[in-house]
Every structure is written in structure tokens, then in C-alpha cells.
């Protein structure tokens, strides 16, 4: 059974780079043709998709994220990562990793405060 | 970018009835595209894929249907448990993108 976890700090200072890592456990990431993806989820709203990691290394980002967005692979310790940089209180939320389509992980809430 | 349009975005059911959320896109998106159920404090769960591809260990209550732009989330004889917000998820194309959520409150 396919199981995401991510990791990475609760609390980032405005202008910083927000970092986190999602592990994935009962597959592979590297040998499958799926995309792996980030979504987010700020308090009491809906979800945003952020972008997605193809199994081969290709990403996609969504334009309103593009300039601050970088998604990568490493398949020898089977994660993805996501690194939003120049963060503001606007990007307060809880960030998912997922499968696309299938499992998400439980989510981590990250607050962009000084 | 596809829009997605839940509706409604909020309904109030009484157990064993029927419940139907729609979704449609603002363009033809074949079949990509998804359902999920998010309950308070958890993260989405999916329910149904492509359209109707039923999910292992879902219960058999919750079926879709749909093609192109338009889509159906259908929630047979409704328990209690069911109560959360549905999402809807277009894999078609980059960006993708989520309905707005449909909140469903149980009686």
C-alpha cells in the first residue's frame, strides 16, 4: 500500500524559501509512469494544485506559482521535494504531497510569519 | 486554465437519501477527471477516478459518470460518515486544477 510523508519546517519568515520533502513508501517513484504532485490548501479554503513531477523528471508548475517554484525527484532515496522561495503570508497553508492520481499524505501546515 | 464549477457548494441531506454534486469544466476534458472526499482535519481521499473507476475500499454507494465537461458525483442511501466537503480534479491538462469544494451536511 502506497504511503507519502512529508516533512520540513512548520514555520518559515517572509522573503525565505519554504522546503519540504515528501518520502514515498510501498512503490517506487522513479520506475512507474505516474506523476508525483504538490497541493496546498490554506486555512478554511480549497485546494490549489502547485505542480507535478513526471516519474522520468519532467515538471509542470502552475503559472501563478512558476517564478518561485521548483519540484525535483531523487529516486535513490524515493522522494520528491518542493522549494517555493520569496514566501509570503499569502502562502500559508497546509501542503499535501500525492500520487496523481491516488494517495495524498497527511498534509503539514506551514505559517509564513517573522 | 480549466475552471471546474462544483454545484451546489453546499447541500444538507438526510441519511439513506440520494445526494448528486456536479462538476463542470470549462473545457472538454475526456474522462480526467476526479473525486475526492475531505473530511475536517484530514487530507482529501480519493473516491472515484476517471470519471467511474470505482477506488478499492471505497464503499459501493459512491459512483460517477460524466464525459467531456460535464460530470456527476452520486452518493447512494447517505450515512452519517459521509458528511465532508467534495472535491473534484482534472488531470487533463496543465494547470490542473479543483472544483471549489462542495460542502455536505448531513441531518
Known amino acids: 500500500q502506497l504511503h507519502l510523508q512529508e516533512s520540513g519546517p512548520g514555520l518559515v519568515k517572509p522573503s525565505e524559501t519554504l522546503s519540504l520533502t515528501c518520502t514515498v513508501s510501498?512503490?517506487?517513484?522513479?520506475?512507474?509512469?505516474?506523476?508525483w504532485g504538490w497541493i496546498r490548501q490554506p486555512p478554511g479554503k480549497g485546494l490549489e494544485w502547485i505542480g507535478s513531477?513526471?516519474?522520468?523528471?519532467?515538471?509542470y508548475y502552475n503559472p501563478s506559482l512558476k517564478s518561485r517554484v521548483t519540484i525535483s525527484l531523487d529516486t535513490s532515496k524515493n522522494q520528491f521535494s518542493l522549494k517555493l522561495s520569496s514566501v509570503t503570508a499569502a502562502d500559508t497553508a497546509i501542503y499535501y504531497c500525492?500520487?496523481?492520481?491516488?494517495?495524498w499524505g497527511q498534509g503539514t501546515l506551514v505559517t509564513v510569519s517573522s | 486554465e480549466i475552471v471546474l464549477t462544483q454545484s451546489p457548494d453546499f447541500q444538507s441531506v438526510s441519511p439513506k437519501e440520494t445526494v448528486t454534486i456536479t462538476c463542470r469544466a470549462s473545457?472538454?476534458?475526456?474522462?480526467?477527471l476526479h473525486w475526492y472526499q475531505q473530511k475536517p482535519d484530514q487530507s482529501p481521499k480519493l473516491l472515484i477516478k476517471?470519471?467511474?473507476q470505482s477506488i478499492s475500499g471505497v464503499p459501493p454507494r459512491f459512483s460517477g459518470s460524466g464525459s467531456g465537461t460535464d460530470f456527476t458525483l452520486t452518493i447512494n442511501s447517505l450515512e452519517a460518515e459521509d458528511a465532508a466537503t467534495y472535491y473534484c480534479?482534472?488531470?487533463?491538462?496543465?494547470?490542473?486544477?479543483f472544483g471549489q469544494g462542495t460542502k455536505l451536511e448531513i441531518k
Open positions: 500525492a500520487k496523481i492520481v491516488g494517495a
Open positions: 510501498g512503490g517506487s517513484i522513479g520506475t512507474s509512469s505516474y506523476y
Open positions: 513531477v513526471y516519474y522520468s523528471g519532467t515538471t
Open positions: 473545457q472538454r476534458i475526456g474522462s480526467s
Open positions: 476517471y470519471a467511474s
Open positions: 480534479h482534472q488531470s487533463s491538462s496543465f494547470p490542473n486544477t
